[in-house]
């Protein structure tokens, strides 16, 4: 009988705490105080041998009943905790998909750098590499090696920031030349697209940064023909097919013959218009074949090979391209101008 009251004392502490219990670590406390190994049942079922023989198995019964009972409350007990919990972290955890959020800004590509892009997709898919050189460079490179010898009057049109005495921030991507033709063996099928300067003003049509593309072309039999069409294609692929080329004689000293290349006006087909001052052309980029004292000097043996060289003013070809009419526009960072460009 004691063994009874003791079971019906254990069983009632039980349930009066079970009801105080608001936590996962309160619900353990109590499991392990009553069911644990040093538990009040536990105990009370070691303390079974001391009853007389016949009485223990209905004491065993007695206990293991409640013993279940517990388990069960318990278990309940720990299931309610649980989903009480979750409905909780949901509310703490709601997300109102009705709340406007603030405007995502999406990036551009920069004009200048999509019309780079196909500019070098054009000469890569001619078989063109692209190579670029340093922006700092040795007077050697920008100008000795191209045929541009101290005091030589085209250093003047050039007006270039010195660094040094023989130290320079390149007034052209024409030093790629010498460098690649020092550095590799014809045949040369390169271009060097990247940013020069030059001592101007900022006006509509200058800047001291600008970017050229340079192109360099160095094999057996090249002739002008093949200038000319390399640069046929290039116009028609970025300005379409009735755009052609035309050639005028100028001066280079690292071409020789040298050319000013014109596009057929994009504006009004060749027709004459404002753009193109009623002439029909545009004056676009320098060309010729290179001079034979550079390839020499750049190590390659003039009686055996030739070839052409060309360099383009990105600027000027975006300008045109886009119908941008002051090239500050591409320098100023206004996102309302800059997002109209998107690729195609
Ligand atoms: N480097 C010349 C310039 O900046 C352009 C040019 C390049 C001309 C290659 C001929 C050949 O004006």
Redesign the pocket.
């Known amino acids: 009988m004691e063994m009874q009251e003791e079971l019906r004392r254990i069983q009632q502490e039980a349930a009066g705490e079970l009801e105080k219990i608001a936590d996962k670590p309160g619900l353990e406390d109590i499991r392990l105080r009553m069911l644990g190994k040093k538990g009040q049942l536990t105990q009370l079922l070691r303390s079974m041998s001391k009853l007389p023989p016949e009485e223990r198995p209905k004491a065993g019964q007695m206990i293991n009943a409640v013993r279940q009972k517990l388990t069960e409350q318990m278990d309940e007990l720990e299931a309610s905790l649980r989903r009480k919990e979750q409905e909780r972290a949901l509310e703490r955890e709601i997300i109102d998909i009705t709340e406007p959020r603030e405007h995502t800004h999406y990036g551009t590509k920069h004009p200048l750098s999509l019309i780079e892009d196909k500019m070098i997709s054009i000469f890569t898919s001619m078989g063109f590499d692209v190579v670029e050189g340093p922006e700092v460079e040795l007077d050697l490179f920008n100008f000795e090696l191209l045929n541009i010898p101290k005091n030589h009057p085209a250093r003047d049109a ?1 007006d270039t920031f010195y660094i040094e005495d023989n130290i320079v921030l390149r ?4 030093g790629v ?1 010498a460098h690649t033709m020092l550095e590799r063996k014809p045949p040369i099928r390169i271009i060097c697209p990247g940013r ?1 300067y030059r001592a101007d003003e900022v006006d509509a049509t200058h800047s001291p940064v600008f970017h ?1 593309l ?3 072309v160095i094999d057996k039999d090249v002739t002008m023909a093949d200038l000319k069409g390399t640069l046929d294609i290039f116009a028609q692929s970025l300005f379409g097919e009735d755009v052609t080329t035309r050639f005028r004689p100028s001066f ?1 000293p ?2 020789e013959p ?1 050319a000013e290349v014109d596009l057929t006006c994009m504006a009004c087909h060749g027709k004459g218009c404002r753009v193109c001052k009623g002439t029909g052309w545009i004056e676009v ?4 074949m290179v001079n034979p004292k550079v390839l020499e000097m750049c190590g390659i043996d003039s009686s055996v090979y030739g070839g ?4 383009i ?1 990105i600027e000027r070809i975006a300008m045109l391209h886009y119908g941008i009419t002051d090239m500050r526009l591409l320098y100023e960072g206004d996102v309302r101008f800059l997002s109209q460009f998107r690729e195609d």
Do not use: D, H, I, P
């Open positions: 050039q007034t052209q991507t024409s030349q020069v050229q340079e192109g360099l280079f690292f071409t040298s980029l320098g060309a010729g052409f060289a060309f360099g003013g």
